[in-house]
């Protein structure tokens, strides 16, 4: 974020410096294969598209799509926290027949090899019931052969080498193969979001595999085919909850926050903009898809052009000043300006949420562990940010919550939570504060994501922020990392929905 006002009131919150970020991805994750040379004969253009994110070099080959499984730009402070053991299913002793029997071509599968045969015999059977519903039409699953990728590897197809599928996983229509990095890249997602993260990687190649069979990558935008096999990869996660192999892949509340994590690492870089040619999406734009496709299946998934258009939400940096940040204010500042902006936020928004007279902003109060406001019945996103209603005050530990935050993530993960706290003063004078634990905090994140939308569309003359590229994805990391820490609040996974539902579609969303 950074401030439209340099005049800002003055609290009381410590910085720190920023936190070790988790283990980056494998070397070169991230980096497209290039093409070969001489490019467009024989076998014809070159088409491959890549893990849930794609850049366009139209300078390589013409016609070619090729594979960039990483923004590159900034820093990984909205890479989620790393997997335990505890968000791994026990594996089963034999894999199932219809996994057996796929033939894997690579001199190795790897050590996580079992888990992509399941994910790939999963996928490959909810499509073979999902496809024809669809789109009317007989399946026909991946026919030129799966490759696992090592770096003893030689021939795999649609590269010159085994060292350009290092850190990627791609679908390749014009040999009908899907390949992957077994290495580096499916062990890092296995070991950082868990075996349902491995599941998405499949469920999003084969997304593309789909798009080929129907059609619908012919003309498409590269932007619409990403968020397209996002939405399929969500269908197939909802296929799993509901039956499919559950021996291998448990989708519950934490094993599924973690998958949608993946998305944050794999978000365009802070500043893409959609007319950038590498443009897809950020992860704020690219988990609604998923979400949609876990709702609503794959019949919902038939996305345009025109219907992306007017969701997506991209952000240039603001200035020099702002790119040298990486978007980031200092902590003070981010703290001081999120509480100016929101009350002047609420205060001008009063009357159209239904709010009589004028609204009496809370008091913040910054506290220490050791002199902890007196709250007779504090109303907690947890113990370190709680609203006190009997004497409308916002309590925010100074060592705590918000701290970790701004290091770990970024600055507006600080302003999702407070923007949630102070959500919760709207709600007390509006007399919808007394619901029950998960309805309350989502109510609140969904009026922080209605704050959010006015401070992206700066639709006030008295605001006093402005968002920096990346600033909704570390809100969304916010939600996700801090699910566990509230209470019977829900999912992470429902609160960034009710977030975004905030933000897309106002504040009656929330309050109806």
């Not at 973690?258 to 950020?282: C, N, Q, S, V, Y």
Request: net charge negative.
């Amino acid at each position: 974020m950074s401030h439209s006002d340099p005049s800002w009131p003055v609290s009381h919150l410590p910085t720190t410096p920023h936190s070790t970020p988790p283990p980056p991805p494998p070397p070169g994750y991230g980096t497209p294969p290039p093409p070969p040379t001489g490019g467009g004969s024989g076998r014809g253009a070159k088409v491959v598209i890549g893990l849930l994110v794609v850049a366009i070099l139209a300078t390589l080959v013409v016609g070619a799509v090729v594979v960039a499984t990483r923004g590159t730009g900034g820093d990984d402070r909205a890479a989620p926290k790393l997997a335990t053991d505890d968000d791994r299913t026990v594996r089963p002793e034999s894999l199932p027949a219809e996994a057996e029997r796929l033939e894997v071509e690579g001199s190795s599968e790897g050590r996580y090899g079992r888990d992509m045969r399941a994910a790939i015999a999963d996928v490959d059977a909810f499509w073979r019931r999902a496809y024809p519903g669809t789109f009317g039409e007989r399946y026909r699953t991946v026919q030129g052969g799966l490759y696992a990728v090592t770096d003893r590897d030689r021939r795999v197809p649609c590269t010159e080498s085994a060292a350009d599928v290092e850190g990627n996983a791609f679908y390749c229509p014009s040999e009908d193969v899907v390949a992957w990095d077994a290495d580096d890249l499916i062990p890092h997602m296995v070991e950082t979001y868990g075996p349902l993260g491995l599941g998405l990687v499949i469920a999003h190649e084969w997304g593309h595999a789909v798009q080929s069979r129907a059609g619908e990558s012919e003309q498409a935008p590269v932007l619409v085919l990403e968020q397209q096999a996002d939405c399929y990869a969500g269908a197939w996660v909802a296929d799993v909850r509901r039956g499919g192999d559950r021996r291998y892949f448990v989708v519950n509340d934490r094993t599924l926050d973690l998958a949608l994590a993946g998305f944050l690492e794999l978000r365009d870089t802070p500043g893409t903009t959609r007319a950038d040619a590498g443009a897809h999406g950020t992860a704020f734009d690219r988990i609604r898809a998923f979400q949609e496709g876990v709702d609503g299946g794959p019949s919902t998934c038939g996305y345009t052009a025109d219907d992306l258009a007017p969701r997506l939400v991209d952000l240039p940096f603001t200035d020099q000043a702002d790119f040298d940040s990486g978007g980031n204010l200092d902590l003070q500042d981010a703290f001081d300006l999120t509480v100016a902006d929101l009350e002047d936020f609420w205060t001008e928004a009063w009357s159209s949420v239904g709010g009589d007279g004028r609204f009496d902003a809370p008091e913040v109060e910054v506290f220490s562990t050791k002199d902890r406001p007196r709250c007779d019945r504090p109303v907690g996103l947890s113990k370190e940010v709680f609203y006190c209603a009997d004497t409308n005050v916002l309590a925010v530990q100074e060592d705590g919550l918000v701290t970790e935050l701004h290091a770990r993530i970024g600055d507006y993960a600080l302003g999702e939570v407070v923007g949630s706290g102070y959500s919760l003063a709207a709600m007390h004078q509006l007399g919808i504060l007394d619901r029950d634990a998960a309805s309350r905090t989502r109510t609140a994140d969904c009026l922080a994501g209605v704050w959010s939308a006015s401070v992206f569309s700066r639709n006030r003359e008295s605001a006093q922020l402005q968002l920096s590229p990346g600033d909704l994805d570390e809100a969304v990391s916010a939600l996700l990392s801090t699910a566990e820490r509230r209470e019977g609040s829900g999912s992470g996974a429902e609160r960034v929905a009710a977030y975004r539902d905030g933000f897309m579609d106002g504040a009656d969303a929330c309050l109806r």
